[in-house]
C-alpha cells in the first residue's frame, strides 16, 4: 500500500475515533444530567453501560487497532496482549447490545410485570 493511504486510513480512523467518544460523552451527559432518575430505569443504565463501552472503544481500542495495523513493530506477546485489549473492549460494546436487545424483548413480551 502507499504511504499516503496509510496516512489517509489513520486520519480517518482517528476522526472515527474522535466522534465515537465525543457522542458516546454526549449520550452518558444526556442520560445521568438530562432526564432525572433516569438510572433507576434497566433500559438508561443498558444504555450508559453501551455508551461507556463503545467510548472505550473509541480511546483505546481504535487507536490499538491502528498501530497494531503496522505503524509499530511489537514482539508478538505485545501483539496478543493488545488484540486481546481491542477483543475485550469491543465485545463488551457487543453484549451491551445484547443486554439492550433482550431488554426490550422483555419489555414487548411482559409488558404487565
Keep these: 500500500m502507499a ?9 480517518l480512523e482517528v476522526l472515527i475515533a474522535l466522534a465515537c467518544c465525543l457522542g458516546n460523552v454526549l449520550v452518558v451527559y444526556a442520560v445521568c444530567a438530562g432526564i432525572r432518575d433516569s438510572l433507576r430505569e434497566p433500559t438508561y443504565c443498558f ?15 481504535v487507536p490499538l487497532a491502528v498501530l497494531l495495523d ?23 460494546s457487543v453484549l451491551s447490545l445484547l443486554a439492550i436487545a433482550v431488554d426490550r424483548y422483555l419489555r414487548l413480551h411482559t409488558p404487565l410485570r
Design 70 to 92: 503496522g505503524w509499530v513493530s511489537v514482539t508478538p506477546d505485545l501483539c496478543l496482549l493488545l488484540s486481546c485489549v481491542v477483543l475485550v473492549l469491543t465485545q463488551a
Design 47 to 61: 444504555l450508559v453501560s453501551l455508551a461507556v463501552a463503545d467510548f472505550l472503544v473509541g480511546v483505546a481500542a
Design 3 to 11: 504511504e499516503w493511504s496509510w496516512v489517509a486510513y489513520t486520519v
